[in-house]
């Protein structure tokens, strides 16, 4: 049974920082492409990065610059380093073991939040 498990929300002030984790069990993640995705009340689940198997990244255009995606096999888990938070950065943040060769989302995890605010 594949397990995701997201890491690091809270509360953070505009232009503050986070990093999220997410530690995967039940399958090596090393030949997956690894994404983060992100849900705003009221809106539909976006990407915000993904990560291949040999680690290229990619991000959406409102991230880009800062926030980055790395992987970490040998323990399984894949972190989102987010700085210069902004207030629409809000939102219940998901990890997700893509699929291989369509690099859509196959497992997700519960997600966890972020809010961005003074």
């Known amino acids: 049974q594949v397990q995701l498990v997201e890491s690091g929300g809270g509360l953070v002030q505009p232009g503050g920082s986070l990093r999220l984790s997410c530690t995967v069990s039940g399958s090596p993640i090393s030949i997956y492409p690894m994404g983060w995705y992100r849900q705003a009340p009221g809106k539909q689940r976006d990407l915000v990065a993904l990560?291949?198997?040999?680690?290229?990244?990619n991000y959406a255009d409102s991230v880009k610059g800062r926030f980055t995606i790395s992987r970490d096999n040998a323990k399984n888990l894949v972190n989102l380093q987010m700085n210069n938070l902004k207030a629409e950065d809000t939102a219940l943040y998901y990890c997700?073991?893509?699929?291989?060769?369509?690099?859509?989302?196959?497992?997700w995890g519960l997600g966890t939040q972020v809010t961005v605010s003074s």
């Open positions: 997700a073991l893509q699929n291989l060769i369509s690099q859509t989302p196959r497992y």
């Open positions: 990560i291949t198997r040999d680690s290229t990244t």
